[in-house]
């Protein structure tokens, strides 16, 4: 069965405090592989998107980074604008075009 | 270039009621998909549509319909609305391809009393 599973569910880090999240996936025929930031109450905010095995992308603080079984949300020196929920998602090939979406890492930055 | 809008942002229905939420995508996307979002199961695909035809369906009961029209904008309508469907929904474009971006509207909070 096709699966996303995102960890940790919830990390706290002081500010400036680098870390990484994991997104890994049990998918055939990986499409894309999309991050998005949730802030509370509203909808999922695009970040990036991966297509192939030792891919990068980067956005100020974020870098992504995907292998042929996981990916890393890497965030550098992050401050508390940075607190939110990361939501990956994966797009695997066939007919359909769903996504599915992994159930978060909740992130608490503080001061 | 305007996102993703949805209409109404806000939503009290009681049980037994029926509701239809509206969703415009982003000037250009022909897909629209919509999704269920609640704290114990994350966000869940319902269906998606491609000029004005279902592509894909989740897993859902059949009270769960949409629909897309001409240019685009999609409604979905949740008929006999129970207590367990009160969540966030919200809606996604995409210009057609799988593996393009989806992006996200703000979401409509359904309330079901």
């Known amino acids: 069965e096709d699966q996303v599973t995102q960890s940790p569910e919830a990390l706290r880090l002081q500010e400036g405090e680098s870390s990484s999240l994991n997104c890994s996936y049990t998918?055939?025929?990986?499409?894309?592989l999309f991050w998005y930031r949730q802030d509370p109450g509203k909808g999922p905010e695009f970040l990036f998107t991966?297509?192939?095995a030792g891919e990068e992308k980067e956005k100020e603080r974020l870098k992504a980074t995907l292998t042929k079984k996981e990916s890393f949300l890497h965030i550098t020196a992050p401050k508390p604008e940075d607190s939110a929920t990361y939501l990956c998602?994966?797009?695997?090939?066939?007919?359909?075009?769903?996504?599915?979406f992994g159930t978060g890492t909740l992130l608490a930055v503080q001061p | 270039k305007a996102g993703v809008t949805q209409t109404p942002r806000y939503l009290i229905k009681t049980r037994g009621q029926q509701v239809t939420l509206s969703c415009s995508p982003i000037?250009?996307?022909?897909?629209v998909s919509w999704y269920q979002q609640t704290p114990g199961q994350g966000l869940q695909f319902l269906f998606e549509?491609?000029?004005?035809?279902?592509?894909n369906k989740g897993n859902f009961p059949g009270r769960f319909s949409g629909r897309q029209f001409s240019n685009s904008r999609s409604e979905m309508n949740v008929s006999t609305l129970e207590l367990g469907d009160s969540a966030l929904y919200l809606c996604?474009?995409?210009?057609?391809?799988?593996?393009?971006?989806?992006?996200f509207g703000p979401g409509t909070r359904l309330t079901v009393l």
């Open positions: 996604a474009s995409r210009r057609q391809g799988a593996s393009d971006t989806q992006y």
């Open positions: 998918v055939s025929g990986l499409r894309g």
């Open positions: 991966l297509y192939s």
């Open positions: 998602a994966v797009q695997f090939g066939g007919a359909t075009n769903k996504l599915i």
């Open positions: 000037s250009g996307h022909r897909s």
């Open positions: 549509y491609f000029s004005e035809t279902q592509r």
